[in-house]
């Protein structure tokens, strides 16, 4: 990836210099071939300004002094200059141009001149092989063209000057491709260095180390919420890996003993069948009531794992009072087949925010144990007691009550007061879980004379 991410960068910027030098090298060449022309105009101007007296009077004298200016200027240039009369003949050439008395009269350049026009641009010249840049200016005495000044360089020295402002263009491209490369080189160490951090961390996580987390505080955002991402999974699965230990660990601990016991007895009752069919009898009645507290111990389990997972549920309003009506509705009968009256003062509605099916659940549980504890011909009552900012819902008994020190035990899992040989120790456990996902609490109080006041504090919707 580190190659990847270097190739990419440095590709990127190689991509703008290319679209930036190449259109101003060609805005180079264009504007070195003019300013080229321009000078070559105005130095041949000044050349036909100097030849003029020689061309009207051509005397050995007018000449030689014409050649010391034109060859002095050409050897100061580098162009190639000719001057030729009236009619197109050379009379004079710098070397490496022909021989005096050729006729150029059959030359553009020349034909255009002796009009009168200036002529420039450039063409492939047979007699030098090669492409030239020319400028062609008649020399004029009045009205009439006494002649033609001719100055010529070859194309490859406007390549030679483009290349020379180029060479500066080149070392600045050469030095920020060199930049490019060591930020590219900065860069991708940087990124991949934070990344493969974080895919040691996965690594490790993912080999059993669930304390392991990812370094959110450095990198760039993206790494930074990749890494903060990680982290939070990686405490949720930790959670739940770790609620899985316990339910694991609580469920062979607890249905250890029940199962123990039921095997025993079955083995008991097998072995007596034969001999003491009343004896095998009542062990079979054991075992069943043992199966009983196995089943509700198992029902317990799978209840308090599916409240331990409520947590990532939202809580949502409903109305308390209807549901605790239906829910006394439904223990009635329980209660009238015990000889407990199950009585409830309830204002008319009362709206609460709780998880799916939480408020059901706690109702069940705290009516439940108190129908356990409640005494034949006593009374449980469910009340609301509305607040500004919370509603309380009681489950008030008449049963013995609890010791002060086992109020805040009572909501362990697994534990259970010395007196309740029936319970699994789980409802209570299950009560607070549904109560924390919802955002309230649950609490136990003693009354007076006797008897437990359960309570269920949810914030108002």
């Not at 190689?14 to 060449?29: E, N, S």
């Not at 001149?113 to 030239?132: C, D, F, H, M, P």
């Not at 490859?156 to 491709?177: D, E, P, Y």
């Not at 009343?278 to 198992?298: D, H, K, Y």
Request: negative net charge; charged residues 20%; proline residues 3%.
């Amino acid at each position: 990836m580190k190659i990847r991410l270097i190739a990419a960068l440095l590709g990127l910027t190689l991509t703008v210099l290319l679209v930036h030098d190449i259109p101003l090298a060609r805005y180079l060449r264009t504007v070195e071939s003019d300013r080229i022309t321009t000078a070559l105009e105005r130095d041949s101007f000044v050349l036909a300004g100097r030849s003029e007296e020689a061309l009207e009077n051509l005397t050995q004298a007018n000449l030689a002094r014409l050649w010391d200016v034109v060859n002095s200027y050409s050897k100061k240039s580098g162009a190639r200059v000719i001057v030729t009369d009236k009619s197109g003949q050379v009379i004079l050439a710098t070397e490496g141009l022909g021989q005096v008395g050729t006729s150029y009269a059959s030359r553009p350049e020349i034909i255009t001149a002796l009009k009168g026009e200036v002529a420039s641009g450039t063409r492939y010249s047979e007699t030098l092989k090669q492409n030239i840049l020319f400028v062609a200016v008649p020399v004029l005495n009045g009205d009439e063209t006494m002649g033609v000044i001719r100055a010529t360089f070859p194309t490859t020295f406007i390549n030679t000057a483009v290349n020379q402002r180029l060479q500066g263009i080149t070392t600045v491209a050469v030095i920020t491709l060199l930049l490019a490369a060591i930020l590219a080189i900065v860069l991708a160490s940087s990124v991949t260095r934070r990344l493969r951090n974080l895919g040691e961390v996965t690594e490790a996580f993912a080999q059993g180390n669930y304390k392991v987390r990812a370094d959110q505080d450095e990198g760039a955002p993206e790494i930074k919420a990749l890494a903060s991402s990680f982290n939070a999974m990686a405490e949720q699965l930790s959670r739940l890996i770790d609620q899985q230990k316990a339910f694991a660990g609580d469920a062979s601990h607890q249905l250890r003993t029940p199962l123990t016991a039921l095997q025993l007895r079955l083995e008991r009752a097998t072995e007596m069948i034969a001999v003491d069919p009343i004896g095998a009898a009542t062990r079979l009645e054991a075992a069943m009531v043992e199966t009983e507290r196995l089943q509700r111990l198992v029902e317990g389990l799978l209840l308090l794992s599916r409240s331990e997972g409520a947590q990532e549920i939202s809580p949502v309003p409903y109305d308390l009072v209807q549901i605790a009506r239906e829910r006394v509705i439904n223990w009635q009968a329980l209660g009238d087949e015990r000889g407990v009256q199950i009585d409830f003062q309830l204002p008319d509605h009362s709206l609460v925010l709780a998880i799916p099916g939480a408020i059901e659940q706690v109702l069940d549980n705290y009516i439940d144990n108190a129908l356990e504890l409640a005494p034949t011909g006593s009374q449980i009552l469910i009340s609301v007691a509305l607040g500004e900012k919370t509603t309380t819902v009681h489950v008030s008994d008449s049963g013995p009550g609890m010791p002060e020190e086992d109020l805040e035990k009572a909501f362990n899992r697994f534990w259970r007061a010395r007196s309740d040989a029936y319970g699994s120790g789980l409802g209570l456990a299950i009560v607070e879980r549904l109560m924390l996902a919802s955002g309230g609490n649950a609490r136990l109080a003693n009354r007076l004379p006797t008897g437990l006041d359960a309570q269920a504090e949810f914030l108002n919707a």
